[in-house]
């Protein structure tokens, strides 16, 4: 079976993608991903099995389906970061579908879910034109380096940090609900360490922020 690069198998990444992201709105994914993530051997209670029978992480009876039993512990942190990230999520009042958008990412992001945060970008990046497209592509480019650095693709890492940078530094005025200033700042050594190999895995990645009033 193809595996991501996460180290999931992809059905396994997907679903979990599928369920932190839900999680922001859908009090019964949060409930689902609270019994994931407390990674108890008995079989989901009925009351929160439906998104996990949905997006094919147990059996209708509860229990986990066998091809997931290996990832048992990862699949139990995954699902703690992706519970913290639905706790922290702050959408912004009569917030337009990007700005709604980026509040989404700013959460999943700070829990370094970053693959969650391109699946919740690129929805908005394929529909939008013009500087914002532009300055979502530059988000995504720098979280899905982000996620490479983490799982060892240090050219990929380096390629898309610079790229990614360049790109929202061009556009920086197109994501007015994000300080992206603080994105720029928070990024440039770790271009800088990307460039001359000097990153490490152990560093923490940089957190997004709202801007003020947001």
Not at 13 to 19: E, G, K, S, V
Not at 135 to 145: D, E, K, N, T
Not at 187 to 198: H, S
């Amino acid at each position: 079976m193809t595996t991501a690069p996460t180290g999931f198998p992809l059905p396994l990444r997907n679903a979990l993608a599928a369920l932190a992201i839900a999680a922001l709105d859908d009090p019964g994914a949060r409930d689902a991903l609270s019994w994931l993530a407390a990674g108890s051997a008995d079989p989901a209670p009925l009351a929160v099995r439906a998104p996990l029978v949905t997006h094919l992480v147990v059996e209708p009876d509860g229990t986990l389906l066998d091809v997931h039993r290996a990832h048992g512990e990862r699949m139990q942190a995954h699902a703690a970061r992706a519970l913290r990230a639905a706790n922290a999520f702050r959408a912004s009042a009569n917030a337009d579908a990007v700005t709604a958008a980026v509040d989404r990412s700013i959460a999943l992001w700070n829990e370094r879910l970053f693959f969650e945060v391109h699946e919740v970008l690129e929805a908005e990046w394929i529909r939008a034109t013009g500087a914002e497209r532009q300055a979502l592509q530059g988000l995504i480019q720098i979280g899905v380096a982000l996620h490479h650095h983490a799982h060892g693709n240090a050219r990929g890492a380096r390629t898309l940090m610079h790229e990614g940078r360049a790109r929202l530094l061009a556009n920086r005025t197109a994501l007015p609900s994000l300080d992206v200033d603080a994105v720029l700042a928070d990024t440039a050594p770790w271009e800088t360490a990307l460039i001359g190999g000097t990153a490490t895995r152990d560093d923490a990645p940089p957190r997004l922020h709202p801007t003020r009033g947001s």
